[in-house]
């Protein structure tokens, strides 16, 4: 063996030692190379000896087992190609019977220090369970506050949160009309709005919705230039029903009969003037009765 792996035996072992089926495991090819024999000659010696050698002392990788060995550990490519089937495993109870077999010098002092890192390792791992424990719960929540996290942010781009009240002062006419666009695009099932004045922007707004989602707007004066306008909308886009109302003073936009929005401006007339704007958790289902 070269003198300056001697010197390095102790890291090389605790390098070559892997968690395969939830066991600690060194393979065929690295122990053959600490007990100067070749991988082959070493595996006859085990196949000369199978009862000496159950399935909780040696087995063969599967190929999967093998990609998954190559996927997570660094291995150079030459250590990958060399590897023209899938290596056996040996645990620690294996290479104590390694040195059995083998029978030499060689074999039994570094089937001892191998066995020794075994322990060393499964003692540090025994003392430092707890700590274990709790790092792993640590990032149970670490991944339960990312999900969380994601999820706000989701809602954000895609604009999901909306303020529960506000002002609009003059001259924000675009930032209104986004904000009520928002509303309407939110709609899952049905739009009902209840404003006294409607003109052909009004219209051009509910076409925001999405598809399938029913529009219907209730206001105080259906005249024959509305019902033209209706009309002619109609055709092109989803159908928008009006119907004639004179008890609201104010106007309400309610979204999948649960929602509702208490606009102070006609629509037509967003962000000309100062208005304000407030949401109600319920209510919506108390007047939608009053209208039917």
């Not at 999820?151 to 002062?169: L, M, Q, R, S, Y």
């Not at 986004?178 to 404003?195: G, N, T």
């Not at 000309?272 to 109600?280: D, L, N, V």
């Amino acid at each position: 063996m070269k003198r300056e792996l001697m010197i390095q035996t102790d890291k090389y072992i605790q390098e070559k030692i892997y968690n395969i089926r939830n066991l600690q495991v060194m393979l065929d090819r690295d122990i053959a190379i600490l007990y100067e024999v070749e991988t082959r000659v070493l595996n006859q010696a085990v196949k000369r000896n199978l009862e000496r050698f159950p399935k909780e002392f040696c087995f063969q990788l599967t190929d999967n087992e093998l990609y998954d060995w190559k996927s997570q550990f660094v291995t150079s490519n030459k250590d990958k190609m060399g590897l023209r089937k899938p290596p056996y495993a040996f645990t620690e109870q294996g290479v104590a019977m390694l040195s059995a077999v083998l029978k030499s010098d060689t074999a039994v002092k570094m089937s001892i220090q191998i066995i020794q890192t075994f322990v060393a390792m499964r003692k540090f791992v025994n003392q430092n369970a707890t700590i274990f424990i709790r790092l792993d719960k640590i990032e149970h929540k670490q991944i339960e506050t990312d999900l969380k996290l994601e999820t706000v942010f989701k809602a954000i781009e895609e604009k999901e949160v909306k303020p529960k009240n506000g002002i609009f002062f003059d001259g924000q006419v675009f930032d209104a009309h986004v904000f009520v666009s928002k509303l309407i695009k939110s709609a899952q099932k049905s739009i009902v709005l209840i404003d006294n004045y409607i003109d052909e922007s009004v219209l051009m707004l509910l076409t925001k919705r999405s598809k399938n989602v029913e529009a219907v707007v209730y206001t105080k004066n259906v005249d024959a230039k509305l019902k033209l306008d209706i009309d002619k909308h109609n055709k092109q886009y989803p159908e928008i029903k009006i119907k004639e109302f004179n008890r609201s003073h104010d106007r309400f936009l309610i979204i999948d009969n649960d929602t509702i929005y208490h606009i102070g401006a006609s629509l037509k007339d967003l962000g000309k003037k100062w208005f304000a704007f407030s949401k109600f958790e319920a209510g919506a289902l108390d007047i939608l009765k009053r209208l039917l």
